[in-house]
């Protein structure tokens, strides 16, 4: 058995530097030009010629992530709009586009907080913009959260009052001013417009 182990530890060894030295083997194989007594010769591998993409643009980049036929109509429709309103100097035509892409998000905004804001939330908002530039004590707003658990028990269950507030504060409809009382914010005020100009109910279950 002794005589078996350095043969046998030889080949275990060979073996696994093959596994770990396989792509540099094969790399050296294909290399090989000659074999002599003298040892072996090999030739440099042919290098390949790499012609790399153009570069995106930044903008390139950030108009891929919206990209459907879609969307190119609707940039057609608008395209049209503004030649149909003369406006041609690219400068222009930035300040006009950044100005409806904001009324845009805010919109959907609006449309996003309206939904999943609570009528009690709303009955405490306007409470606060009836109350500008005052504001009010932190706890007054507690008799409206009392309202909405009064006729939502289920709802509010688990929801706490310090929960109700930080949504207000989490969708920046309210703020804390240095006086220490509540607010109602810019986006506040305007969501209350915005729910009178279409017509929206703040009367929501909740």
Not at 12 to 26: G, N, T
Not at 111 to 129: D, K, P
Not at 168 to 175: A, D, F, N
Request: include cysteine; proline fraction near 3%; glycine fraction near 6%.
């Amino acid at each position: 058995m002794s005589a078996l182990a350095w043969p046998l530890c030889v080949c275990i060894a060979a073996l696994v530097a093959l596994l770990i030295f396989r792509k540099e083997i094969s790399r050296f194989i294909e290399r090989t030009r000659t074999v002599t007594k003298e040892g072996v010769t090999t030739e440099a591998p042919a290098t390949q010629e790499v012609t790399s993409a153009p570069k995106a643009s930044a903008a390139e980049k950030l108009l891929k992530g919206f990209d459907n036929q879609l969307l190119v109509e609707q940039e057609n429709l608008i395209t049209n709009f503004l030649k149909d309103e003369n406006v041609h100097n690219p400068a222009e035509r930035e300040r006009v586009l950044v100005r409806f892409l904001s009324a845009a998000y805010i919109v959907n905004r609006f449309e996003s907080v309206y939904r999943s804001t609570w009528g009690s939330q709303f009955r405490a908002l306007e409470m606060l913009n009836q109350s500008e530039p005052q504001g009010v004590p932190h706890q007054a707003l507690e008799a409206w959260y009392e309202v909405g658990k009064a006729g939502y028990p289920g709802w509010y269950e688990a929801y706490s009052f310090e929960q109700w507030t930080k949504y207000m504060q989490g969708m920046v409809l309210i703020g804390f001013g240095n006086d220490g009382l509540v607010h109602i914010t810019l986006f506040g005020r305007e969501l209350l417009k915005y729910i009178v100009d279409v017509g929206y109910s703040t009367a929501k279950n909740g």
